[in-house]
């Protein structure tokens, strides 16, 4: 494992049971483990910003993205400060605009926002569908739509929750390789979440580095 | 038919269809997406003035904007018997439409783009014009145009706090009484004729926004 530059340590009640994370990555593509239920996707929720822990601290290359703890001075950076590219588990791509206003959509202010998008879409090898509208797109058109969006304004880092069918995933696999060398420069990391039942090796991580430090406690 | 009850209901509404807009939205979206103490109450008392009568909402607004309440007395805002408080009674009955509609449309866009929005970078506000507001747009836009149906009708409320002075607050609703009174009737089927087919028509407008 390279140097650690992610370190998560929360605390969060739900419903059923506490969830407790540590975990720490480096430069490498992390993939969580875990039955359904066991809160891996709460736990990307929470380094993107979208879900508030207990207590305990989120630290990404030296910035504190939470940290709640007796003593010390709390801080809560708001998701759209954290610069997380996320790719959701239903893609959440927006219906009322077309893939390329999907990609351009956080790079609106800037005056090389269409043509940065339209890269992006040809780099996915998507440039020729820039005009269609979700609805109009495959599945995993859509997929590939929803990685192009994610790494907006050189993003610290990437947050992919992939749906459990491994054919997607697989299916998915040469589009990541894509995004990931388009964006070595910013050196981005990867989360992936599947269930434990999927016990066949990934084929695409093997170009990377995998590891799975989590530890849950129910 | 004078034209001036005319001009003047268009004029009421359409003050009062941007008051139903602004307030609308904004509680629209924050009964849909806030939980907060107090929530059902506030619901409750939006949605008062559809079941009221309308003398009922017409007393409360004059001890609103009558001698003695905090607006005449620390603002200045002298708005009886002028066609702003006309406005302002036609907004109070339009606007129960608009939230409900505005509350269900919002509550219907999916909290995961907004979540994916925020990834992106975008503020609240933001997030409210490039992507809750599009989507929800057709919902929103049905409940004002009911709700500024409801306030081009609006007759009760209005008699009370601006009165019926023919060219100041004679709306359309106040004039057709008016001309009945003084068997007027060729004035009157007029403008009987004209409200009905405004009305006929924006809830022609809601069913197609609805479909």
């Known amino acids: 494992m390279t140097a650690a530059r992610l370190t998560v340590d929360i605390y969060k009640r739900l419903e059923h049971f506490p969830l407790r994370v540590q975990l720490q990555a480096g430069s490498e593509i992390l993939v969580l483990f875990g039955p359904s239920g066991a809160g891996k996707s709460l736990t990307l929720h929470a380094i993107a910003g979208l879900v508030t822990p207990e207590h305990g601290e989120i630290c990404f290359d030296g910035h504190v993205f939470f940290r709640y703890r007796r003593g010390e001075p709390s801080i809560h950076v708001p998701a759209r400060k954290r610069r997380v590219g996320y790719v959701f588990q239903h893609l959440a791509l927006f219906p009322h605009l077309t893939a390329l206003e999907n990609v351009a959509y956080p790079l609106w202010r800037q005056r090389q926002g269409r043509e940065q998008a339209l890269a992006w879409l040809e780099r996915m090898r998507l440039a020729h569908l820039a005009h269609r509208y979700p609805h109009e797109l495959s599945g995993g058109q859509q997929q590939r739509v929803a990685l192009a969006r994610a790494p907006w304004r050189h993003s610290r880092a990437f947050c992919s929750l992939t749906s459990p069918s491994p054919g997607s995933t697989r299916r998915c696999a040469s589009s990541c390789s894509a995004t990931c060398a388009g964006c070595s420069a910013s050196s981005a990391w990867w989360c992936f979440t599947l269930p434990t039942t999927w016990k066949r090796p990934l084929p695409w991580a093997t170009a990377w580095r995998c590891c799975a430090t989590a530890r849950w406690s129910k | ?211």
């Open chain 2, 1 to 211: 038919m004078s034209w001036s009850p005319v001009l003047l209901s268009a004029q009421v509404t359409a003050v009062a269809t941007l008051l139903i807009l602004g307030l609308g939205l904004a509680l629209g979206w924050l009964l849909a997406r806030c939980r907060f103490p107090g929530q059902t109450l506030l619901e409750t008392l939006i949605t008062l003035p559809l079941v009221l009568p309308p003398s009922v909402v017409g007393y409360y607004l004059l001890l609103a904007l009558g001698r003695g309440s905090p607006l005449v007395e620390w603002l200045g805002l002298r708005l009886l018997f002028t066609w702003p408080a006309a406005a302002l009674a036609a907004a109070v009955v339009g606007l129960p439409l608009m939230v409900q509609a505005a509350r269900a449309a919002i509550a219907s866009v999916d909290p995961a783009l907004e979540n994916a929005a925020r990834t992106l970078g975008s503020s609240e506000l933001e997030i409210f014009w490039r992507v809750t507001l599009p989507l929800a747009r057709r919902g929103i836009l049905a409940g004002l145009v009911l709700g500024a149906a409801r306030a081009l009708g609006e007759f009760g409320a209005t008699l009370m706090v601006a009165g019926n002075i023919p060219g100041r607050t004679q709306t359309l609703p106040l004039a057709i009484y008016d001309a009945v009174q003084n068997q007027q009737y060729g004035a009157a089927n007029r403008m009987v004729l004209l409200l009905t087919a405004v009305g006929f028509l924006c809830l022609w407008w809601v069913r197609r926004l609805e479909r």
